[in-house]
């Protein structure tokens, strides 16, 4: 099943796509695909309605895509996740998994604009499976464990600044957390339909030529192991994003680098889960 939210920003409405590919509107039924939803057997009830109701109204072709779900109470994130990732960035490969956050009013929909922020020299693209937990998971037994609590996958875009990231001390989150900077979706694919998590492929563009072209079987922690080591140190909630890194061909990583500047158009996709295109405009 494939969840999606649709309409103006701050007013999205739930609904899915359907076996022919059109979007149907669930919001007499539904409030939102958010933590209480999801702790609340959510998807399955959807399942349950859509059985029920053949005729549910599609939503208008010229409908804004918004975000996959809600605001999530967290944006995880986990770096340097991919071997030759960190090759190219000139890190080993971490031992245990990195993990920074973002802020949650990043989350923007998959066709929305990149904001290049003020100042901003240095904005560079990650094209990154996203990961939506099912429900509430405190102190997971072990990663098979973990499984269980996916709700499912999508696309996302881990946007970020370089030089606020990397250049002004302290920790990754300001060059991570500016407007717009984590485009999901368009759609969440849920979890039963996703068969092999650790061998998708993956691909960003900019204005057309290939940056990065990758695959989650290179992933250093798979899905699985990151979802069960998080609950160790914090509870994750229903509802909340985990970015599970990114394959080389970032523009931190060019010789020289590469950065994103108005007017470029960034285009992404992971196996199974969709497209997304942004329009990189000055903040």
């Given at each position: 099943?494939?969840?999606?939210?649709?309409?103006?920003?701050?007013?999205?409405?739930?609904?899915?796509?359907?076996?022919?590919?059109?979007?149907?509107?669930?919001?007499?039924?539904?409030?939102?695909?958010?933590?209480?939803f999801f702790?609340?057997?959510?998807?399955?009830?959807v399942?349950?309605?859509?059985?029920?109701?053949?005729?549910?109204?599609?939503?208008?072709?010229?409908?804004?895509?918004?975000?996959?779900?809600a605001?999530?109470?967290k944006?995880?994130?986990?770096?340097?996740?991919?071997?030759?990732?960190?090759?190219?960035s000139?890190?080993?490969?971490?031992e245990?998994?990195?993990?920074?956050?973002?802020?949650?009013?990043?989350?923007?929909?998959?066709?929305?604009?990149?904001?290049?922020?003020?100042?901003s020299?240095k904005?560079d693209?990650?094209?990154e499976?996203?990961?939506?937990?099912?429900k509430?998971?405190?102190?997971?037994?072990?990663?098979?464990?973990?499984?269980?609590?996916?709700?499912?996958?999508?696309?996302?875009n881990?946007?970020?600044?370089r030089?606020?990231?990397?250049e002004?001390?302290?920790?990754?989150?300001?060059?991570k957390s500016?407007?717009?900077?984590?485009?999901?979706?368009?759609?969440?694919?849920?979890?039963n339909?996703?068969?092999?998590?650790?061998?998708?492929?993956?691909?960003?563009s900019?204005n057309?030529?290939?940056?990065?072209?990758?695959?989650?079987?290179?992933?250093?922690?798979?899905?699985?192991?990151?979802v069960h080591?998080?609950?160790?140190?914090?509870t994750?909630?229903?509802?909340?994003?985990?970015?599970?890194?990114?394959?080389?061909g970032?523009?931190?990583?060019?010789?020289?680098?590469?950065?994103?500047?108005?007017?470029d158009?960034v285009?992404?996709?992971?196996?199974?889960?969709?497209?997304?295109?942004?329009?990189?405009?000055?903040?």
């Open positions: 099943m494939k969840l999606i939210r649709f309409g103006k920003p701050g007013f999205e409405k739930p609904g899915v796509i359907d076996e022919n590919n059109v979007r149907r509107d669930l919001s007499t039924a539904f409030r939102d695909w958010d933590r209480a702790n609340d057997y959510g998807i399955e009830r399942k349950s309605y859509l059985i029920q109701h053949p005729d549910i109204p599609a939503v208008p072709e010229d409908a804004r895509w918004g975000a996959c779900i605001r999530p109470g944006v995880i994130c986990i770096g340097l996740n991919y071997s030759d990732h960190a090759a190219e000139g890190m080993p490969v971490p245990q998994p990195i993990i920074f956050q973002k802020g949650s009013n990043t989350v923007v929909g998959p066709f929305d604009h990149i904001l290049i922020p003020r100042k020299e904005t693209w990650e094209v499976l996203g990961v939506v937990i099912s509430d998971a405190r102190y997971l037994e072990s990663a098979d464990d973990a499984r269980h609590y996916i709700a499912g996958y999508c696309v996302a881990d946007v970020s600044e030089a606020f990231q990397l002004m001390g302290g920790q990754w989150t300001k060059g500016c407007d717009n900077f984590t485009p999901i979706g368009p759609f969440l694919l849920t979890a339909e996703v068969k092999d998590h650790k061998n998708l492929s993956m691909s960003l900019v057309g030529s290939r940056m990065q072209t990758g695959n989650t079987a290179k992933m250093v922690f798979d899905v699985d192991f990151i080591y998080l609950s160790q140190f914090m994750l909630e229903a509802g909340d994003l985990i970015l599970t890194g990114t394959p080389p970032v523009g931190l990583g060019m010789k020289p680098p590469v950065y994103l500047k108005e007017g158009l285009e992404l996709s992971v196996e199974h889960l969709g497209v997304q295109r942004q329009t990189c405009i000055q903040a």
